[in-house]
């Protein structure tokens, strides 16, 4: 893997740490729903405004019919999951809801490599491996 690419992943990985926190220290006083709406509304300003400035080439002139589908089905399952997650970090430690919701990672690798044919080397099948073992140990609590 790139540096670049390893980079992002970091981020993102820092941003989703953070944010899972922040999501249960904010469910202490504030309704699940309305969490919600404010986060969503907070990520599409910043949305609009990313795309305000970098004018990026969203491609809308090639997208065929299914893939305004699948935007939609991936719009409703990632609301689907997120919904299910403030509910489960309203009842339950953030420490034992945020590992268990984060082996969504098994399910990604094998339709990678099931459908998308990406290739799971030996060093990469080991580190899901251990990724489960670690989420499965931190879950126990």
């Known amino acids: 893997m790139e540096n670049e690419t390893l980079l992002l992943a970091a981020g993102a990985m820092l941003a989703f740490g953070i944010g899972g926190f922040l999501v249960k220290y904010a469910l202490r006083d504030i309704q699940p729903m ?5 986060e969503m509304a907070v990520a ?74 990406e290739k799971l080397t030996f060093t990469s099948s080991a580190g899901v491996a251990l990724s489960v073992i670690a989420i499965y140990l931190l879950s126990r609590g």
């Open 34 to 38: 309305t969490l919600y709406l404010g």
């Open 44 to 117: 599409l300003l910043a949305l609009l405004i990313y795309i305000s400035i970098k004018k990026p080439d969203m491609g809308f002139e090639n997208m065929a019919a299914k893939d305004y589908g699948i935007i939609l089905l991936i719009g409703l399952l990632f609301f689907i999951a997120i919904l299910f997650m403030y509910y489960a970090l309203v009842k339950g430690y953030a420490s034992t809801v945020i590992p268990l919701v984060n082996l969504n990672m098994v399910i990604v690798v094998i339709l990678a490599v099931l459908i998308l044919k």
